[in-house]
């Protein structure tokens, strides 16, 4: 059975900075491609960055380019997003899962990151 862990969120003031880490249990992760998600009060889920293990290629949603970087350890079963720069509108529950994983699929409990202005 699939676990995802996350793990890392908090309060933080803006320009500051969090690491996220997610575990993952029951699949292996060089199987697929990983990605970061996060979904804010009243919104729907939304895609923040994603990274293929066959060749280390990373994705960003344009709202984190150039703060946000997204890395793993295969060895680890862990995926990390490291956040830089933060800002209040990043505020939001983060969660990590496949890079194609869909709203009926098995979603972990996530970690939530509040930016204060």
């Known amino acids: 059975q699939v676990q995802l862990v996350e793990s890392g969120g908090g309060l933080v003031q803006a320009g500051g900075s969090l690491r996220f880490a997610c575990a993952a249990s029951?699949?292996?992760?060089?199987?697929?491609?990983m990605g970061w998600f996060r979904q804010a009060p009243g919104m729907e889920r939304e895609f923040v960055a994603a990274?293929?293990?066959?060749?280390?290629?990373?994705y960003y949603a344009d709202f984190v380019k150039g703060r946000f970087t997204i890395s793993g350890d295969n060895a680890k079963n862990t995926v990390y997003l490291q956040m830089n720069s933060l800002k209040p509108e990043d505020t939001a529950v983060y969660y990590c899962?496949?890079?194609?994983?869909?709203?009926?699929?098995?979603w972990g409990q996530g970690t939530q990151v509040t930016v204060s202005s």
């Open positions: 899962n496949t890079e194609n994983a869909g709203p009926d699929d098995y």
């Open positions: 029951g699949c292996t992760f060089s199987s697929y491609p």
């Open positions: 990274i293929s293990w066959s060749d280390g290629s990373t």
